[in-house]
T-cell receptor
Framework: ETGVTQTPRHLVMGMTNKKSLKCEQH?????MYWYKQSAKKPLELMFV???????ENNSVPSRFSPECPNSSHLFLHLHTLQPEDSALYLC????????????????FGEGSRLTVL | SQQGEEDPQALSIQEGENATMNCSYK?????LQWYRQNSGRGLVHLIL?????REKHSGRLRVTLDTSKKSSSLLITASRAADTASYFC????????????FGAGTRLFVKA
């Protein structure tokens, strides 16, 4: 148990469906992240939120829509996805995204395995 | 790309042997971190080394950092079958807020 919980762990959806991934952290961190992990590719940073504000959008297609209602919760809303979006989506949190001591350890959830048919 | 690149991509060793994985990166960093991932699971942080540090130890792990060569190495001593996993280096650099970028990882298989 890392203190970061992701649900669902597995999701299968059609290209016309709308679904959401949820992430919750119990660590009192201020920053939360979405990463995408596809087979044989490095982890891709998708979004960064710091104190509920989005500070990074790494050119992610608009069919992925993040939401961060508070520092403990992060959602990734999915709609009209493509089969190539099938991947493991990892949520992470950290103490912050600032300089010095805050640029530290990321705590990851177990991931949501997404399959788009 | 700011990614760290690990070398080798895959490594197979016998239990008890040492495993060495290398990471190279491209620009100045604030720190470099190593993570471990068991198949299909989340990543677990192993160790962080700051740009002004050259070597760090944690149990059977030893990490070195050479900022002049923009490279790092992770040494796992006396490996165990349970060390079988993928290992990733991650570089944190300042773009006005920090980004942590991961490499493609090294898949380590330790044979019992």
């Amino acid at each position: 148990e890392t203190g970061v919980t992701q649900t669902p762990r597995h999701l299968v959806m059609g290209m016309t469906n709308k679904k959401s991934l949820k992430c919750e952290q119990h660590l009192g961190h201020n920053a939360m992240y979405w990463y995408k992990q596809s087979a044989k590719k490095p982890l891709e940073l998708m979004f960064v939120y710091n104190f509920k504000e989005q500070t990074e959008n790494n050119s992610v297609p608009s069919r992925f829509s993040p939401e961060c209602p508070n520092s403990s919760h992060l959602f990734l809303h999915l709609h009209t996805l493509q089969p190539e979006d099938s991947a493991l989506y990892l949520c992470a949190s950290s103490q912050g995204t600032g300089t010095g001591e805050l640029a530290g350890e990321l705590f990851f959830g177990e991931g949501s395995r997404l399959t788009v048919l | 790309s700011q990614q760290g690149e690990e070398d080798p991509q895959a490594l197979s060793i016998q239990e008890g042997e040492n495993a060495t994985m290398n990471c190279s990166y491209k620009t100045s960093i604030n720190n470099l971190q190593w993570y471990r991932q068991n198949s299909g699971r989340g990543l677990v942080h192993l160790i962080l080394i700051r740009s002004n540090e050259r070597e760090k130890h944690s149990g059977r792990l030893r990490v070195t950092l050479d900022t002049s060569k923009k490279s790092s190495s992770l040494l796992i001593t006396a490996s165990r079958a349970a060390d079988t996993a993928s290992y990733f280096c991650a570089t944190a650099y300042n773009t006005g807020g920090f980004k942590t970028i991961f490499g493609a990882g090294t898949r380590l298989f330790v044979k019992a």
